[in-house]
C-alpha cells in the first residue's frame, strides 16, 4: 500500500491529533486494496476573475499548485455480480469530518467510478474506501483530488483503456477543476477552471494551511463579487504574474479576487488573515474561495513561539505545516508514486470507448 503525501507537523498549539489510517475494510476486512491511491489537495497561488459570462459562469486565471496534506483513496475489485451496482464506498472511521461524507451518488468518487463504466462499458466492480485527510468547504479541492483520483484509479485498473486526455473531458462532467489534478501539479487554469495548461512544477516551498472551523459558501462569495453576465473585472495581467511565480514563489504577486467579497461574507475570516499576516509571513492570502488562509514560507523572526496556540485560542483552526508537490512525468502514475515503479504498467494498444 502507498503511503499519502501528507507531513503534517506536530506543534504545541492544542490541535486534534489525527489517528493512523485505518486499515480495515467494513465491505473487505482486512483483504489488501488492490490498488492505493494519495490524492493532494490545492491551493489558488493566485486567483483572478476576469469577468462574467453570458452563460453565467465566471471566467477566471489562476495558478493552482497541488500540496502535500493529502486523502488516501484504497480500491479493490472483482467481477461484475449481476444485478449488484459497479461501484461502491466507504468513509474510514478515522477520516476528518466523517459523518458528514456521503457514499452514495453524491460523493464525487462514486459519481468518478459510474462516469467511467458509462463511458468505457467496464463492468468490472469497483469498491473505494476513502480516508480524508483534507478539509472540506476549505478552498482546497479534496473533492475534486479524490474524483480524479478516482477516475485514474478505475482506468489503470482496466488497463488503461481511456487515454488521459479522455480522463480530463470526461471529468469536466463531474466538476471544474478537477481536470487540474491530471497536471503535474503547477497548471495554469483558465476558463472555470476546466482549461488546464500545464506549467513546470514550481521548486518546493513550505506552506502553512490554517483551517478555521467553518466553511465559505462559494455561492455566496460569487453573489457579493456582483458581476453581471458580460461584465469585466479590471486588474493585473495573469499571464504576467505567471511569469513572475515561474521565476520566484517567494517573490512573486500574491493575489485573490475573491479574498474582498469572501471577508465580507465572513469578516472573521479577514482578522484571521490579519494575524496570520503579522506573525511576519512574507505572503499570506486565503485559497479558492475560502475558507483556508495559507502562508508561504517560514513566521518572522521576531514571531512569539506561541503563534500557532495563539491562532488556535483565538480562531479555533486547525494548522497544517505542508509542501509542494508533484506528479511524476510519467502519466501512468499518481501523486506519491516512484518514478522507477512506471515499468510496472504499460498502456496497451489503442482501444475503443464504446
Known amino acids: 500500500m502507498l503511503p ?3 507531513r503534517t507537523v506536530a506543534c504545541d498549539a492544542p490541535q486534534r491529533v489525527r489517528p493512523a489510517v485505518c486499515a480495515y475494510s467494513e465491505a473487505y476486512g482486512d483483504a489488501p486494496p488492490a490498488l492505493s491511491l494519495a490524492a493532494p489537495c490545492k491551493i489558488n497561488l493566485f486567483l483572478r476573475i476576469l469577468g462574467k459570462r453570458e452563460d453565467g459562469f465566471h471566467e477566471l486565471a489562476s495558478l493552482f499548485q497541488t500540496v502535500d496534506l493529502s486523502d488516501t483513496l484504497d480500491f479493490w475489485e472483482e467481477p461484475a455480480d449481476e444485478g449488484a451496482p459497479l461501484c461502491s464506498m466507504e468513509v474510514s472511521p478515522d477520516s476528518y469530518g466523517r ?5 452514495d451518488e453524491k460523493n464525487l468518487v462514486m459519481r468518478a467510478l459510474q462516469l467511467y463504466a458509462d463511458k468505457t462499458g467496464e463492468r468490472r466492480r469497483i469498491h473505494c474506501r476513502l480516508h480524508k485527510a483534507v478539509p472540506a468547504e476549505a478552498g482546497l479541492g479534496g473533492g475534486s483530488g479524490d474524483c480524479a483520483a478516482a477516475l485514474f ?4 485498473l482496466a488497463g488503461f483503456k481511456a487515454t488521459e486526455q479522455q480522463l480530463i473531458e470526461w471529468s469536466a462532467e463531474l466538476g471544474s477543476d478537477i481536470s487540474f489534478f491530471f497536471s503535474r501539479g503547477s497548471a495554469y487554469c483558465t476558463g472555470r477552471g476546466e482549461l488546464i495548461e500545464n506549467v513546470p512544477p514550481l521548486p518546493d516551498a513550505k506552506v502553512w494551511l490554517v483551517k478555521p472551523p467553518y466553511g465559505c459558501s462559494t455561492p455566496a462569495v460569487f453573489k457579493t463579487l456582483g458581476l453581471t453576465p458580460g461584465e469585466q473585472l479590471a486588474g493585473s495581467d495573469p499571464r504576467k504574474m505567471l511569469a513572475t511565480f515561474q521565476e520566484s514563489v517567494y517573490g512573486a504577486p500574491y493575489l485573490n479576487d475573491l479574498e474582498g467579497p469572501a471577508f465580507e461574507v465572513a469578516p472573521e475570516l479577514k482578522t484571521l488573515r490579519d494575524d496570520l499576516a503579522n506573525v511576519g509571513f512574507e505572503h499570506v492570502m486565503m485559497s479558492g474561495s475560502g475558507s483556508t ?3 508561504i514560507g517560514a513566521p518572522g523572526a521576531d514571531a512569539p513561539a506561541s503563534w500557532q496556540a495563539d491562532l488556535v485560542k483565538k480562531h479555533g483552526v486547525e494548522i497544517f505545516e505542508q509542501g509542494f508537490c508533484s506528479r511524476p512525468a510519467d502519466t501512468k502514475l499518481w501523486y506519491g508514486e516512484a518514478e522507477a ?3 510496472a504498467y504499460e498502456y496497451p494498444a489503442a482501444q ?3
Open 4 to 6: 499519502t503525501l501528507s
Open 153 to 156: 484509479a478505475a482506468n489503470r
Open 99 to 103: 459523518e458528514g461524507i456521503p457514499t
Open 293 to 295: 488562509i495559507f502562508a
Open 341 to 343: 515503479a512506471g515499468s
Open 352 to 354: 475503443e470507448i464504446y
